[in-house]
């Protein structure tokens, strides 16, 4: 009778033993978020953004995210983001004493690769994948890899630069920001950042006249190896 009642607490233990390395297995396995989650207290919709009151923590704050539908409620996961300070919404004519522009956004959590994307967009490498584009340079103009390559005796000039519109934000800092690629690359960096007052349209192949800017720091954590400033469209 002893030895069945000390058999049976053997297995409880053993079986107590078990479900707890069970549990602290499944709790080390899960994937744990790094970014951050909000709840959307508000939402306006313009032509080029949506602009978004949210809710982190014990703190509110607005954020604008390209056109999307979102609702009241809903819960959101982001990376990263730029805050801009009395930033004047010309679509809106309001003006915000302190909003994020937020780049990528979801309804589900970011993976890790994401994540990594996202803090290295200002790199010159970028995330969009267009092995299909080839564009002739401009007359008089030079392609994006021998601008990477050759950056420092083009910083402070005045150059020429065609390729297709593969990312266009508007109205941001009170300039528009476009990404072009011409399928050319330095070392893996293939991507363009340009600042403009022209309207483009991702998909249209341009011919862009600017000044380069090498090493530029816009803070935020935006840090650009190469830039064009104040870019106009050649015709």
Known sequence: MKFKRFLTVIIIVITLFACMNAENKNTKDEPVYSGRI??????ISGKTYTYIRVSEND????????????????TLYYTGGAEMRDFKSKELDRTFESILFISE????P???????????????????????ISVEPAEGGITIAELYSNSDSYNEK????????VKFSAEIMDRNW???????????KNDLTITTDENLVVGDIVTLK??????????????????????????
């Open 38 to 43: 909000v709840e959307v207290l508000e939402v």
């Open 110 to 132: 970011l993976s890790p690769s994401a994540t990594m994307a996202s803090a290295h967009a200002s790199s010159g490498k970028s995330k969009i994948s267009n092995s299909d």
């Open 210 to 235: 600017g000044k380069i800017a090498v090493g530029k720091d816009i803070g935020a954590g935006y840090f650009y190896e190469v830039i064009m400033e104040s870019a106009k469209i050649v015709k």
């Open 105 to 108: 956004i979801s309804n589900r």
């Open 59 to 74: 703190s509110e704050y607005w954020a604008a995210i390209s056109k999307h539908q979102v609702n009241v409620g809903d």
């Open 158 to 165: 005045i150059v020429i630069v065609r390729g297709k519109v």
């Open 178 to 188: 476009v990404h072009i690629q011409d399928g050319t690359s330095d070392n893996g």
